[in-house]
């Protein structure tokens, strides 16, 4: 319980639950039969990969300010873990290629959050 009171006492716990709530919405939309997948959500499939991990990683890493390597390193684990479950699910396929993607979305939303930091005052 200590714990819990003191992650919702620091200022970045609003972007912690917006970082765990789009991994689970990524998990969910990722394993789920690709023709129930929502219309909004079919648009090309390498960008969706980069642009769901860009903002997987910008949420991330603005929670977890002090560990960023484990963020990004856990959601290249992520990716792969997709990819695989994909694959075996029977519905899906996985693409080591969307991987790749989703390795450029990280490196996006890297990016962005350095921008975003160097615009601030």
């Known amino acids: 319980m200590r714990c819990f009171l003191t992650v919702m006492m620091t200022d970045n716990w609003p972007w912690r639950a917006a970082f765990w709530m789009l991994v689970f919405a990524t998990l969910w939309l990722s394993l789920m039969p690709a023709e129930r997948i929502p219309s909004a959500f079919h648009f090309w499939d390498k960008a969706q990969h980069a642009l769901g991990f860009a903002a997987l990683a910008y949420f991330g890493l603005t929670g977890y300010v002090l560990q960023a390597r484990r963020v990004l390193l856990g959601l290249v684990v992520f990716g792969i873990a997709i990819e695989v479950m994909q694959h075996l699910s029977g519905w899906r ?18 990016a962005a959050l350095r921008v975003a930091s160097l615009l601030r005052p």
């Open 93 to 110: 396929h996985g693409d080591w290629l969307d991987w790749v993607a989703d390795c450029a979305g990280l490196l996006i939303g890297y």
